[in-house]
C-alpha cells in the first residue's frame, strides 16, 4: 500500500494554518469533508482528538500521524498538511511538527490503517525525503514528491 496511492491532490494542504493539534486536525479534517470524502465532520475530529487524548501521534522527527476509527468513511481516507515554519503537535521529542499526516479507517478494517501507518513511518525515515517534502510549494508537487521516493 503506497502513500500517494490513498491521497489526492485535492485533500494536500501546504502552508497549515493551524498552530497546535486540534487546529490542524480540525483543518485536515475540512480538506476532507469539502473533497466529498467525509461527510460527519464533527465526529471525524472527536475521533481523532479522543485518539490524541490517549498519546500523542507527534512520533518525532518533525511528524504526526493523527488518526481515528469513524465507521462513516467508505475506506481509509487521508490528508497531508506540511507547515513549512513547524507547529505544536505534543509531540514525543517535544519538537515542532512540519509534516501531518491524517488517517480516517473504519473500524471493522483495521488492516489498511495499520499498513499506511507503516509504510507513512518507512517513507518518511528515508534520506533527505523529509527535506524534500517540507520545502514542496504545491500540492502536486507534495504528491510527486511522494509518489517519486515510493516509486
Known amino acids: 500500500m503506497s502513500v500517494h496511492e490513498l491521497l489526492d491532490v485535492n485533500c494536500i494542504k501546504i502552508g497549515l494554518e493551524g498552530q497546535d493539534t486540534e487546529e490542524i486536525v480540525a483543518e485536515l479534517v475540512e480538506l476532507l469533508v469539502k473533497t466529498g470524502k ?87 525515515g528515508m534520506p533527505q525525503f523529509f527535506d524534500r517534502l517540507v520545502h514542496c510549494r504545491t500540492p502536486r508537487e507534495a504528491l510527486d514528491t511522494i509518489r517519486a521516493e515510493e516509486e
Open 38 to 124: 467525509l461527510d460527519d465532520r464533527d465526529a471525524a475530529i472527536e475521533c481523532v482528538l479522543e485518539r490524541e487524548a490517549k498519546s500523542s501521534t507527534g512520533i518525532g522527527g518533525g511528524l504526526a500521524v493523527p488518526h481515528g476509527k469513524l465507521d462513516s468513511v467508505p475506506k481509509l481516507t487521508v490528508a497531508l498538511g506540511i507547515a513549512e515554519d513547524g507547529v505544536e503537535f505534543d509531540s514525543i521529542d517535544h519538537k515542532p511538527v512540519y509534516v501531518v499526516l491524517l488517517m480516517l479507517a473504519r473500524a471493522d478494517q483495521p488492516g489498511p490503517h495499520i499498513l499506511a501507518l507503516r509504510e507513512a513511518s518507512t517513507l518518511m
